[in-house]
């Protein structure tokens, strides 16, 4: 098989505009992400996927590959199935997210392994939960997983209720999983994926792999012990900068 490692990056963001772009310790975080994906060993290209010249000129600049894509895509998803329809000869596509700069290689290996099973369609990353503060954030989505290891639901709330257990003891009783972001599709299966319509459940959590579990698609997922750093903000900078450079 064959793996393609897609970026994708955009320049307007609500949050935080222009964020592939900012410099942290002398290198822009686009490169910082290309960077650490590029030491994973089972992709066999990797691009960043923009519509912004600016962010094409800085990959370029230190050494790396693009694909200028579309305007008007919705998702990274919609994005990276571009790619893919002008990079024929893959199997695989992995979707990483370009606000990681710090992402450990062997998360994309691990993801990578998934299809090593034939019948994958889709996989995922998932991490055990083990701070209070993240079991009831919403703005961190929750997994369930059935016995084969594929997502059965993703919510914004804690998922499963414990019922008739105190809230401080859930971690205790329960093993809980977040998601992490990262995907990878069968070529096909991603093409196919872009063609379905936003669904109730992806609307009501505002979770885009909703849309593909109520459309039959089953989720692998595998779990890391690697935690990822994203920054969707500019304090999220700031602790980035405390982390891993003591500023």
Not at 17 to 31: A, V
């Amino acid at each position: 098989m064959k793996f393609l490692g897609i970026i994708p990056a955009r320049y307007a963001s609500s949050r935080f505009p222009g964020k592939p772009l900012i410099d942290i310790e002398g290198k822009t975080m686009i490169q910082r992400v290309y960077e650490q994906v590029k030491k994973s060993t089972r992709l066999n290209e990797v691009v960043v996927a923009t519509d912004d010249q600016r962010i094409a000129d800085n990959v370029l600049s230190f050494g790396g590959k693009i694909v200028m894509t579309a305007t008007h895509h919705q998702s990274g998803t919609d994005r990276c199935a571009e790619v893919t329809a002008q990079m024929p000869g893959y199997d695989i596509a992995i979707n990483i997210q370009g606000d990681e700069p710090f992402i450990n290689p062997a998360q994309i290996d691990l993801l990578a392994n998934c299809f090593e099973n034939p019948d994958t369609q889709i996989a995922t990353l998932v991490k055990e939960i083990t701070l209070e503060e993240e079991l009831f954030n919403v703005n961190i989505p929750k997994v369930v997983r059935n016995s084969k290891g594929e997502a059965i639901y993703f919510s914004r709330q804690t998922i499963p209720f414990l019922r008739g257990v105190e809230k401080d003891q859930w971690l205790q009783k329960q093993t809980f999983y977040k998601h992490i972001g990262i995907y990878a599709y069968q070529v096909d299966t991603l093409k196919a994926l872009t063609q379905l319509p936003i669904s109730i459940l992806e609307e009501a959590e505002a979770l885009e792999q909703l849309r593909w579990l109520e459309n039959g698609y089953a989720i692998k997922t595998a779990i890391t012990n690697h935690e990822t750093v994203a920054v969707d903000t500019r304090e999220d900078l700031d602790k980035i900068l405390k982390l891993f450079f003591n500023k």
